[in-house]
C-alpha cells in the first residue's frame, strides 16, 4: 500500500477517536459548565505542545464482551505537554466514554504517565472525572488502582502532584487524589467512598450528591480539597497560579520571578493594622499581604479551618510559604484541624526547598471535651512534629499573643526557626495576663477589699513584667524587636542570608509522624 494512504488512514482512525464519545453525554457535560477530556487538557497547555501517549489502546478485557466494545482510548487522554513553558505529566479521564471508569488498561495508561513524570522530574496532574472501578473488568480494575496508588506514594515528595476533581470521582477513585499533594474542586464536581443510594441503604440517612461530597463541603469542611473553582476555567486558571509557584521537583528550588517590588519597601501601616489591644481582632492577611512582593498572596486551604491561614507568596521574587494565626477566627487558637492544616502544608515546603515565614498570634491550643476526646493532643503534636522536621529556612515574626504550648508549636526558636523577631506589643508567656494573675495572685486578690480594683492591678501588673517581648529577647529565644513597618525589608534580608543553609538530620528509614 502507498506510504501517503497508509498516513491517510492514520489521520482519520485518530478523527475517529477524536469525535467519539457519546454525544448526549458531551451534551450533558457542557449545559452543566463541564467541559470533555480534550477541551480541558486543550484549555490548560502550551498551544500545540501536547503529545498524546496510547491513543490506540483498547481494553484487553472479555468480561461482558468488554473487548468488541468500542472505548476509545480505554475512557482517559494521557500524555506530556508544557504549562507556561514548563513540562507536565498528564491525564485527564473522559466521562463521555463508559462514565469515565477504571479498567486496567485505562489504569496502566496513567501509571505510565506516573512513571514518565518521576524519570523526567516534572509535575503530574490528574484530571478527575470518573464512576469509579468498571465493574465489568472485576479484580483487573482493582489491580489498576492498586498500580496507581503505589506511584503515588513512590512520587510523594519527589515531584509535585495535583489532582483537578472536575465531576464525580466516586469509589475507589478518591484515593489517588487524596495521595496528591494538592486537590482542586469545581463546584459541580463530587468525591465520596459511597454514593447516596449506598449511604441510604445502609445507615438510612437522606442526603444529596452536594451535601454528602461536593466541592464546597470537602473545602469546608472535610479538608480533603485545598481549592474551590466555579467551573473547569477557573479550575485550570487556579492550577496554573499554583504550578507557578512549585519547582519541578524536590532537587530544584522553586522559580524565581521579578515582582519589581523593592525589598527595602516600609510598611507604616503595619503599626496600626495589629492592635496592641490583645482583644481586638484584626485580618492577619492584610499583614501576609503587606509584606509580600505586591501584595500577592495565594492562600490554601482557604475556606478550612479559617483560624489558620497557610499559602504561597514571593518575597524578594523568591517563593515562600506563609503560616499564620488567623485573629478573626477563634482568635486564632489551635485546634485539631487547624494543626492538620498547619502540619501538612509546613511538610509539603520542606519537601519542595519551599522557605517558611510565621506570623504567629494565638493565645494557644482550644479547650474542651470534643477537642480533648478528638485527639488534639495526637494532631497538635503533628505541628511540633512538622516544623522540627523541617530543614528548609525557617523565620518567624510574632505579631502579639503567643502562649503555652502554641508559643512553643508555631515555629519557635526550640523547634529549629532560624530567626525570630517580635513586634512590641508581642505577649509571649506561658498564658494570657488575666489567667495568668488569676492563678499568681489568687490569694491576695481573694482577700483584698476590692478585689476586682486589685485584680485589674495585677494583671497589669503581670502584663507589664512578663508578658512581653522582651523577657524572651533576654534569653536570646527571639532575635530581635522589630519596628513593624521594617518586617518586610528585614525578612527579606534575613531569607538572603539563609538561602545557604545546610542542616543534616539523622539518617534513618522514616520517622513516625503521629497520624
Known sequence: MDAHKLVEQLGEKKKQIYAQGGEKAISKQHSKGRLTARERIDLLVDPGSFEEFDM??????????????????????????????????LYAQDFTVVGGSLGEMHALKIAKMQDM????????????????????????????YGEIFIRNVRASGVIPQISLAMGPTAGGAVYSPAMMDFIIMTKHAMMYITGPEVVKAVTGEVVSHEDLGGGLVHNQKSGVAHFLAEDDKEAIEKLKVLLSYLPDNYLQTPPFVETGDSVEREIPELIDLVPADPNKGYDVKEVIKSVLDNGEFFEVQELYARNAVVGFGRLGGNVVGVVANQARYLAGVLDINSSDKIARFVRFC?????????????PGYLPGVAQEHGGVIRHGAKVLYAYSEATVPKITVILRKSYGGAYIAMCSRHLGADAVFAFPQA???????????????????????DPDKLRAEKIEEYRKEFANPYRAAERGYIDDVINPKDTRKI????????????????????GNIPL
Not at 489502546?57 to 468488554?66: A, E, H
Not at 472525572?129 to 468498571?134: F, M, N, Q, V
Not at 539563609?498 to 543534616?504: A, D, F, G
Open 56 to 89: 490506540f489502546v483498547k481494553t484487553r478485557s472479555t468480561y461482558f464482551g468488554l473487548d468488541k466494545k468500542n472505548i476509545p482510548a480505554d475512557g482517559v487522554v494521557t500524555g506530556l505537554a508544557t504549562v507556561n513553558g514548563r513540562r507536565i505529566a
Open 117 to 144: 513524570a518521576m524519570k523526567l522530574g516534572i509535575p503530574f496532574i490528574g484530571m478527575n472525572d470518573s464512576g469509579g472501578a468498571r465493574i465489568q473488568e472485576g479484580v483487573d480494575s482493582l489491580r489498576g
Open 350 to 362: 520542606d519537601a519542595f526547598n519551599i522557605p517558611l515565614i510565621t506570623f504567629v498570634d494565638t
Open 427 to 449: 505577649e509571649i508567656a506561658v498564658m494570657g495576663a488575666e489567667g495568668a494573675a488569676n492563678i499568681i495572685f489568687r490569694k491576695e486578690i481573694k482577700t483584698a477589699e
Open 491 to 510: 525578612v527579606a534580608k534575613t531569607l538572603n542570608y539563609l538561602r545557604s543553609k545546610s542542616e543534616s538530620v539523622p539518617e534513618k528509614k522514616h
